[in-house]
C-alpha cells in the first residue's frame, strides 16, 4: 500500500473503477448493423441505431451470453432476471436523446477480481456490479474550426460496464486491476481489451482520507482515460491536487475531471456538461430479459481454464516461481507459447528463456508473440541443446540471436559455426595448461592465497575456446590444477 | 406532489423545450392535474405484488448474432440538417 506524503503527515488513496468494456459480437446490441472497428463512417448503421421513428430494439443474444460469461469468470453472481432502463440525455451522437442501459437490475451482481502485485503479495479486489448497455456515436471536434463531426458506427454497439467496490490503494493497484480485467475478458474472448481502439475505457473514482481513518473522502470522477499508463497518471496528480486541496483548508468538490493527457493534469468539466438528471425509467420498448438457469449452467461448462487458475497449474506441474507464472499466464497468447515450449522440457529452463531473452527480443522488435520471428518449436529446440549439454546458456544466447536475424534453426546454426560445447576432458585440459603456463606469474599470485585469480583463469580458457567449454568440466579442471 | 414553476422550468431545460414564462404556470397546473389522476393508482393495494416492468408476460425475444442491416448511409443521412463528406456535422461542441 503506498500512501502519499503530504505536508502535514500521510495520506489514503481509495479508487474505484467503472470500466466499459466492448462486448466481442458480430452485430450490435439492438441491431443487425456490423461492429467492426475501421468502417467507412456511418456505414454501419442501421435505422435503429440512427433512432429512426417506429424502430424497435430487438436485443442480440449473443451480447446477453458474453456478459454472462464474462459475470462467471469474475465470480459474479448471474440475475436471471434483469431490466433495460433508459438513461435520458441529450448529445450530438446519441440520437434517441436516451441510452438503453441497465440501472436498478443489472445482469451480473458482485463479483471478485484477485490482483497480482508486483511484489509478489495478492490482493481481492470487489465487483460491485456489470450491466449492459448501448454505445454512443463519435463526435470528433478537431476536423473543422467550427463544427463537429459525428460518425454513428459505434451507436448501438453493446458495452459491459464493469464497476469495482473503491477497494484500491494506490495507482499500482489501479493497473494491476485493468490488466487482470482485461486478461480474462481476453481468456474468455468477449472483448478484445484494445484501449487504443477504445473498446476498453475508464472512469477513475478517487478520494483521499488521513491514514489510519476509515471514513471517505469527497470524490471526484475522472472520465474515459484511454491507457493504462494515463490511468496511473490521472491517479498520480488527482491524489496530489486533492491532498493539497485538503492540507491547505479547503474542500474537495464532488465533479466530473477529465484528463488532459498533453498537459498532464486533470481539470473539471464545465458544470453545465455534468447537470446530468438522466430520469431513468423501464424502457418499454423492451420486456425484462430472463435468464435459464440451466442455460447460465451450460455457459460455465465452456469457460475456458482462467489466469489464475493457469498460474496455479504452472506453478504446480513446471515448478516455475510465482512471478514468472504471473508475467506467462498475463496474455493468454504467452501462456499458450510457454507451454508450447515447455512441454517435455525442463519448465523451469523454459520459463527462464521465454520470460528472457524471448520477451527481451520481441520488445526490442516491438513484436507480439503472434508474429514473433522464432517459434515455440525452435525456442523449444534451443531449449534442448541446453538441456542435453550440447552447448551452454551462454552459448545459447548467441544461437538465439543468430535465429531472430537468420530464422534458421538452433541445431543447424551450433553445427554451421561449430558452436558445440566442448565436454571432451582431453581438449579442455589442454587449453588449461596453455592459459596456466602462459600466465605463470599469476599461478604463483593465486597459490599465495589471491582466489579472486580464479575468475581471471576460466575467462581465459573460455576466451581461447570461443566459450565453447562446458563450464561445470572447466571449473572443475581448473580448481584440481591448480591446487595440485 | 406538487408541480411548481421552477420544476417546469428544470423539466423543460431537461426536455430542451421552450416554454415562454408566461405559459408556465399554466404548464405547472396542467402537469398537477396528471399527477393527481394518477395518484389514484395508491388506492390500490399492491403489497403482494412484484415490482414490475411491464404487464406482458412474453418471454423478450433474442436475434442471432447476424450482421443484417448498415450500407445504408443515404437513408441515415436523408433528415440531416448538416453534413460534410458522410458524417453529420452539428454545431462546435467543446470539451
Excluded at chain 1, 383 to 390: A, C, G, P, R
Amino acid at each position: 500500500m503506498a500512501y502519499v506524503q503530504g505536508q502535514t503527515g500521510e495520506w489514503e488513496m481509495v479508487i474505484g473503477l467503472e470500466v466499459h468494456a466492448q462486448v466481442t459480437s458480430n452485430a450490435k446490441l439492438f441491431s443487425g448493423a456490423a461492429t467492426e472497428f475501421g468502417a467507412a463512417p456511418n456505414a454501419q448503421v442501421s435505422l435503429v441505431d440512427a433512432a429512426f421513428p417506429g424502430m424497435l430494439p430487438v436485443i442480440n443474444g449473443k451480447c446477453v451470453e458474453q456478459a454472462v460469461r464474462t459475470g462467471l469468470g469474475l465470480q459474479a453472481e448471474i440475475n436471471l432476471v434483469s431490466v433495460f432502463d433508459r438513461k435520458n440525455y441529450f448529445y450530438a451522437d446519441l440520437p434517441p436523446g436516451y441510452q438503453i442501459s441497465q440501472y436498478k437490475n443489472p445482469i451480473v451482481g458482485k463479483g471478485e477480481i484477485v490482483l497480482d502485485l508486483a511484489d509478489g503479495t495478492s490482493r481481492t479486489i470487489g465487483i460491485t456490479r456489470l450491466h449492459l448497455e448501448q454505445d454512443a456515436g463519435k463526435s470528433m471536434h478537431d476536423q473543422s474550426p467550427n463544427e463537429t463531426y459525428v460518425d454513428l458506427n459505434r451507436a448501438g454497439v453493446a458495452l459491459m460496464e464493469i464497476v469495482s467496490e473503491p477497494d484500491m490503494r494506490s495507482g499500482e493497484e489501479a493497473g494491476a486491476y485493468l490488466k487482470k480485467l482485461r486478461a480474462i475478458m481476453r481468456y474468455l474472448g468477449t472483448c478484445d481489451g484494445n484501449m487504443e481502439e477504445g473498446s476498453m475505457r475508464c472512469d477513475v473514482n478517487l478520494s483521499m482520507r488521513r491514514k489510519g481513518d476509515t471514513k471517505l473522502g469527497t470524490r471526484c470522477e475522472i472520465k474515459n482515460v484511454n491507457s493504462i499508463r494515463f490511468v496511473q497518471q490521472a491517479i498520480e496528480f488527482e491524489s496530489h491536487r486533492q491532498v493539497e486541496l485538503l492540507e491547505g483548508g479547503n474542500v474537495v468538490k464532488q465533479e466530473t475531471r477529465l484528463w488532459d493527457t498533453t498537459k498532464g493534469e486533470t481539470r473539471a468539466m464545465r458544470s453545465k456538461e455534468e447537470a446530468h438528471d438522466y430520469r431513468y425509467f423501464p424502457d418499454p420498448d423492451l420486456l425484462p430479459l430472463k435468464l435459464d438457469q440451466k442455460w447460465v449452467n451450460d455457459i460455465k461448462m465452456t469457460l475456458p481454464e482462467l489466469p489464475d487458475q493457469k498460474k496455479d497449474r504452472f506453478i504446480r506441474d513446471y515448478g516455475l516461481k510465482s512471478y514468472d507464472a504471473m508475467v506467462l499466464v498475463a496474455e493468454r497468447a504467452s501462456a499458450d507459447f510457454f507451454e508450447a515450449v515447455a512441454k517435455g522440457r525442463d519448465g523451469k529452463l523454459a520459463a527462464n528463456w521465454v520470460t528472457g531473452e524471448f520477451f527481451g527480443a520481441l520488445n526490442k522488435l516491438g513484436k507480439t508473440v503472434n508474429d514473433s520471428p522464432v517459434s515455440a518449436q525452435a525456442l523449444g529446440e534451443l531449449v534442448d541443446l541446453i538441456s542435453n549439454q550440447t552447448i551452454s546458456n551462454r552459448i545459447a544466447k548467441d544461437v538465439f540471436e543468430a535465429m531472430l536475424e537468420t530464422g534458421k534453426g538452433a541445431a543447424a546454426l551450433v553445427e554451421e559455426k561449430g558452436l558445440r560445447q566442448v565436454t571432451d576432458l582431453g581438449s579442455i585440459e589442454k587449453s588449461i595448461d596453455e592459459i596456466l603456463t602462459a600466465h605463470a606469474d599469476k599461478v604463483a599470485e593465486y597459490k599465495s592465497g589471491k582466489d579472486k585469480l580464479f575468475g581471471f583463469f576460466v575467462g581465459q580458457v573460455m576466451k581461447t575456446t570461443g566459450g565453447k567449454a562446458n563450464p561445470a568440466v572447466l571449473n572443475e579442471l581448473l580448481k584440481k590444477k591448480l591446487n595440485s | 406532489m406538487s408541480i411548481d414553476q421552477t420544476t417546469v422550468v428544470k423539466i423543460a431545460h431537461l426536455a430542451r423545450l421552450k416554454i415562454p414564462t408566461e405559459e408556465q404556470k399554466q404548464v405547472a397546473g396542467e402537469l398537477n392535474k396528471i399527477l393527481e389522476w394518477i395518484t389514484q393508482l395508491d388506492e390500490v393495494d399492491v403489497t403482494a405484488v412484484e415490482p414490475m416492468s411491464s404487464v406482458n408476460d412474453v418471454p423478450l425475444r433474442w436475434r442471432d448474432d447476424i450482421v443484417t442491416d448498415g450500407d445504408k448511409m443515404a437513408d441515415i443521412m436523408t433528415n440531416a440538417p448538416a453534413k460534410t463528406a458522410d458524417f453529420f456535422t452539428v454545431p462546435k461542441v467543446v470539451e
